[in-house]
């Protein structure tokens, strides 16, 4: 058992009393015992230069005074210490990098950032190279700040090589960081998360009037976002911080439970990865992915009453409660099925083939409409677990099941991600649990999909809470998914706002602090029919920042673990 703390604290434009904020914090930290503190990023002053001296004249020595005196406390309280500041390196370079301490005071770990935002650009360099998994008394962690959490490769990689928990320093403004973005990197890694963020100006007081004005961004929203957090690896938040105002917070945790990476059914998350299907993620940016779609189209999430056969009778009258306008109706995973397809996998997929034939029948007269489910389908050497898109004319398209998962043992692999060309956009079909492994979603974005659509069957309430969320807004795709509840939550569809890039003027909507949260019109459980409106065209603007875009600016060169076979089983040796 250990205990973790996050210190939540504004930092200003004067090194000296940033330091004497970050030394009264630790302090303060220290009479709850923590083994870990983790601090918010750029301590040592907000993110905002007057020119290139400045930034180098703030910024820190790795054995300056600032950083002794951190390590100087680290050894006083016996503890690791993670700390995020703008670093001095070679021949002028600045990075931001976290850097641990441990209780002896000794450095050993640096984490640079390595993706940047906005106007880190015009002062910093990125990451090298990959960071550590750093191992101490009570468990593996690795660090890294902001940004390169609000994607999921970075943290990926590193719970690849083995950390069981994540230290994240944030200098954030973005609701969105706290809402969805900070959690979601824990429940889909199974790994514990400490995240420290800033309160107070993250610019200087005297130029926030100006800076408002140049932004579009109101003042109220021009402040660190606080609500540090401390998530479990179900993605349960064991502690939250007050948005406003200083806070410590800490949380006993066991380290040990993040090497368990199985889902309620079995399944190892990292063993049945696919690397091989992942390539695209470390190519080098190509340019524009999406093409033209259409601005805006209807959907839907089905849900009919049966839960077996039955339910292919229902598909008429569901149909007719969809608006005339609807071009795509997801279903839940096997809707058709009952509690699952049965050891007669021949019979199951005699009853797939009926189910197309009632979905085509059930779009007759709806040239626009096509349905999508998952079925048991034949397959070479056996049969498969597909999803399929049925239109009045037949199959539009048919996704095998990528990922094994243990409920599905049986369903034979597909060998690869296709994108079907819709007359609205280019959708991508995800079958079983495809959609928990957020690579398969990187590679629909490269491959240029406007939008995922996924029949489900939900096992962690985290799923339809984060990681759905998630994959919409860190690809910026539309997302249609349907299941039946599970603890009060079933599928969800998610839109893109259609104004999204910071720094540039909106004139459909004031910022109210969400910068890429996907508008989320959740499937009510119970209910037969849920539609709303999505935006494709609106997938084609990635760009989050000035050169920050979420796909060309993504860290391909250091996301090479993630086309590596690491096995779950040997987490504890990952890290060497």
Not at 3 to 23: P, Y
């Amino acid at each position: 058992m250990a205990t973790v703390a996050a210190l939540q604290f504004a930092s200003g434009t004067d090194v000296q009393d940033n330091l004497s904020t970050c030394l009264r914090m630790i302090d303060r930290a220290a009479g709850q015992g923590p083994q870990l503190m983790v601090l918010p990023e750029f301590c040592n002053h907000i993110s905002w230069y007057d020119d290139a001296g400045h930034a180098w004249e703030v910024s820190l020595d790795l054995r300056g005074p600032f950083l002794k005196a951190i390590a100087g406390r680290a050894a006083r309280h016996r503890c690791y210490i993670c700390i995020n500041v703008s670093l001095r390196r070679r021949a002028g370079a600045l990075t931001i990098s976290s850097l641990l301490f441990d209780p002896a005071g000794e450095l050993v770990s640096i984490a640079d950032k390595q993706t940047l935002m906005g106007h880190e650009n015009t002062w910093f360099i990125r990451a090298a190279g990959c960071s550590d998994v750093v191992a101490t008394p009570f468990g593996r962690i690795a660090m890294f700040p902001c940004r390169d959490g609000v994607t999921f490769e970075t943290p990926r990689g590193l719970a690849l090589r083995g950390a069981q928990l994540f230290c994240d320093s944030l200098n954030s403004f973005a609701l969105d960081e706290a809402s969805l973005h900070v959690p979601a990197r824990a429940p889909e890694n199974k790994v514990f998360l400490v995240a420290a963020n800033k309160v107070g100006p993250l610019i200087p007081e005297h130029l926030l009037e100006a800076v408002s004005a140049q932004t579009h961004i109101p003042l109220r929203f021009l402040q660190g976002a606080g609500e540090s957090q401390v998530v479990a690896p179900d993605g349960e938040v064991l502690a939250r911080a007050p948005a406003v105002g200083e806070a410590v917070l800490c949380a006993d945790i066991e380290l040990a439970q993040a090497d368990d990476k199985r889902r309620p059914d079995g399944t190892r998350i990292f063993a049945v990865r696919r690397p091989e299907l992942y390539g695209p993620i470390v190519r080098a940016p190509q340019g524009e992915t999406c093409g033209p779609a259409a601005t805006a189209v209807t959907v839907a999430c089905l849900c009919p009453v049966a839960q077996d056969e039955a339910a292919l009778a229902e598909l008429a009258a569901l149909v007719a409660g969809l608006p005339a306008d609807t071009v795509l109706a997801v279903l839940p995973e096997l809707f058709c099925y009952g509690p699952g397809p049965g050891a007669d996998l021949k019979a199951a997929a005699g009853l797939g083939a009926r189910a197309i034939s009632a979905l085509q029948a059930a779009c007759a007269g709806r040239e626009q409409l096509a349905l999508c489910t998952s079925l048991v389908v034949p397959a070479p050497g056996g049969f498969s677990l597909a999803t399929v898109l049925v239109d009045c004319e037949g199959v539009r398209g048919l996704q095998r099941q990528l990922h094994h998962c243990e409920r599905h043992a049986w369903s034979l692999p597909g060998d690869d991600l296709k994108t079907l060309e819709l007359p609205w956009g280019r959708l991508a079909l995800f079958a079983g649990d495809d959609l928990t492994h957020p690579e398969l979603a990187k590679v629909a974005a490269l491959e240029g999909a406007h939008a995922i659509a996924a029949p489900l069957a939900l096992q962690e309430a985290w799923e339809e809470r984060y990681g759905l969320r998630s994959r919409s807004a860190e690809n910026r795709l539309c997302l249609v998914a349907s299941a039946r509840p599970l603890q009060g939550r079933a599928g969800l569809i998610a839109d893109l706002q259609q104004e999204f890039t910071l720094m540039t003027e909106w004139r459909q909507r004031s910022f109210d602090g969400y910068i890429n949260a996907p508008l989320v019109t959740e499937q009510v459980p119970g209910a037969a029919v849920t539609t709303a409106p999505i935006h494709p065209a609106a997938a084609r603007n990635k760009l989050m920042s000035e050169r920050t875009d979420l796909l060309l600016d993504r860290p391909w060169r250091l996301s090479g673990d993630l086309l590596e076979n690491w096995d779950a089983v040997a987490v504890d040796t990952a890290c060497g």
